[in-house]
Nanobody, 127 residues
Framework: QVQLVESGGGLVQTGGSLRLSCAASGRTDAMGWFRQVPGKERQFVAVFSWNWSGGTTYYTDSVKGRFTISRDNAKNTVYLQMNGLKPEDTAVYYC?????????????????????WGQGTQVTVSS
């Protein structure tokens, strides 16, 4: 069982930045982030999928141009750099990882294709 350990959440003002980290204890083929606010479904944010050329990144439209997902091979860790934060980015952010099979790119938001989940880290953006 792959364990995911998240860090980096916190409180920031509108327009500020935060960087989330997610370290995996085992091999994964893709790692990414979802977020959830109370009373709503968990929402896909971004994912980094390993491939022969290095990797491919995917983002939900609302964070494109503001968030950047990257990985550190040596540390088996992915990062989510969040710039230009808005109050609507406030949520609990969950790290997700896929270690069985290739990522289905037409179903990035489908939680069932991710095999492992972190416990979540709170991000709060004040207005």
């Amino acid at each position: 069982q792959v364990q995911l350990v998240e860090s980096g959440g916190g409180l920031v003002q509108t327009g500020g930045s935060l960087r989330l980290s997610c370290a995996a204890s085992g091999r994964t083929d893709a790692m990414g982030w979802f977020r959830q606010v109370p009373g709503k479904e968990r929402q896909f944010v971004a994912v980094f999928s390993w491939n022969w050329s290095g990797g491919t990144t995917y983002y939900t439209d609302s964070v494109k141009g503001r968030f950047t997902i990257s990985r550190d091979n040596a540390k088996n860790t992915v990062y989510l750099q969040m710039n230009g934060l808005k109050p609507e980015d406030t949520a609990v952010y969950y790290c997700a990882a896929k270690s069985r099979g290739r990522l289905i790119t037409t179903a990035l938001a489908v939680e069932a294709q991710y095999d492992h989940w972190g416990q979540g880290t709170q991000v709060t953006v004040s207005s």
